[in-house]
C-alpha cells in the first residue's frame, strides 16, 4: 500500500513539473523587418554564410560580409575557399541597399576576383555610401565546377 502511495505521489509531481517546465514565454528571435531574406538592422556588422547543402566536392566554405565603419561608410567584400587548390576560384560581390518599407532590394555597386591556381579567394572593398539605407552584400561562389551563394542581413547607415 505504501508503494502505492509512494509511487502516486512521484507520478503527481512528475506531471506538475513536467507542466510548470513547458509553460514557457515564447518570443520572437527578432522584431527587425524581413527584406528578401535579410532582417534590416542597426548592427555594426553582418556575416552570410553559404548553406553547407549547396557545396560540393570543390567548394568547402563561403561568406559575405558588410560592416558599417562610420556615417556614409561601409566595408563590403566576401571570401571564397575550395577544398583544395582548383584551376579557378571566383567570387562576384553584389552592393544593394534598401529603405525600411522598400519591396526589393535595388542594385548599388558590383564588383569581380579570381584566383587561378589556388584555393582562396577574397575580395572586399570600402565604400562611401548615402546615409539613410540599410546596405546587404550578396556574393556568388565558384570553385572548379562548384558554385554557391551567400548574402548578409541588412546593415543600417547614417
Known amino acids: 500500500m505504501k508503494k502505492k502511495v509512494l509511487s502516486a505521489c512521484c507520478t503527481f509531481l512528475l506531471i506538475i513539473s513536467m507542466l510548470l517546465i513547458s509553460v514557457n514565454d515564447i518570443q520572437a528571435a527578432s522584431d527587425d523587418p524581413i527584406l528578401d531574406g535579410s532582417r534590416l538592422t542597426f548592427e555594426e556588422e553582418s556575416i552570410g554564410y553559404a548553406l553547407p547543402l549547396t557545396r560540393g566536392a570543390d567548394l568547402l566554405a563561403s561568406y559575405s560580409k558588410c560592416a558599417r565603419l562610420g556615417p556614409g561608410k561601409i566595408y563590403a567584400g566576401g571570401t571564397t575557399i575550395a577544398t583544395r587548390e582548383v584551376n579557378c576560384v571566383r567570387i562576384s560581390v553584389?552592393?544593394?541597399?534598401?529603405?525600411?518599407?522598400?519591396?526589393?532590394?535595388?542594385?548599388?555597386?558590383?564588383?569581380?576576383?579570381?584566383?587561378?591556381?589556388?584555393?582562396?579567394?577574397?575580395?572586399?572593398?570600402?565604400?562611401?555610401?548615402?546615409g539613410g539605407y540599410y546596405y546587404r552584400v550578396r556574393c556568388t561562389h565558384s570553385a572548379h565546377l562548384d558554385m554557391s551563394s551567400s548574402f548578409t542581413d541588412g546593415v543600417y547607415i547614417e
Open 94 to 130: 553584389i552592393v544593394e541597399r534598401a529603405k525600411k518599407g522598400d519591396t526589393s532590394w535595388t542594385y548599388y555597386d558590383n564588383w569581380y576576383k579570381e584566383n587561378e591556381n589556388a584555393d582562396r579567394v577574397s575580395s572586399n572593398r570600402t565604400l562611401m555610401v548615402e
